[in-house]
């Protein structure tokens, strides 16, 4: 149990819960935005190209309410909203992590002078460079065995 307690110790002062928490605030709201694009501006366009059908509304009946019990209906319009929502949510998220990752490798790569190169990268480039000139300079030192 110690240990348990102190792996969470660890990840919870490493800053990795705090930015859970944020994630998740930005990704419910991101959320809330996109539900509202879907349902405000896309499903509009989409109920006049059906004619003025409503999405939202489409169900299969199974059972008809009667006065004994309620209706008994499977909702595939609303699951179609739903999956609308999360095309438009992947998509933007793919587009948003493609152009991080590309900011990402620029920042890494320390020959490009457009980004500004991270004090770890510079240093272990830095690093490389020095090592491959003493590789080449041991190279040239040996003499051959006689």
Do not use: C
């Amino acid at each position: 149990m110690g240990a348990f307690l102190q792996e969470f110790k660890n990840f919870a002062i490493k800053g990795n819960m705090i930015d859970m928490a944020v994630g998740i605030v930005i990704g419910t709201a991101f959320n809330n935005v996109i539900s509202t694009i879907v349902k405000k501006v896309v499903m509009p366009p989409l109920s006049l190209l059906t004619e003025g059908v409503n999405l939202s509304n489409k169900k299969y009946i199974l059972r008809k309410a009667t006065d004994v019990s309620e209706e008994v209906a499977v909702g595939y319009g609303e699951l179609l909203e739903v999956l609308i929502d999360f095309l438009i949510i992947a998509f933007t998220i793919f587009i948003v992590i493609k152009f991080i990752n590309r900011f990402k490798k620029k920042s890494e790569n320390p020959k490009d002078k457009t980004v500004e190169t991270p004090k770890n990268i510079q240093l272990l480039s830095n690093i490389e460079k020095l090592l491959e000139d003493q590789n080449t300079l041991l190279k040239n030192k040996k003499a051959p065995l006689e």
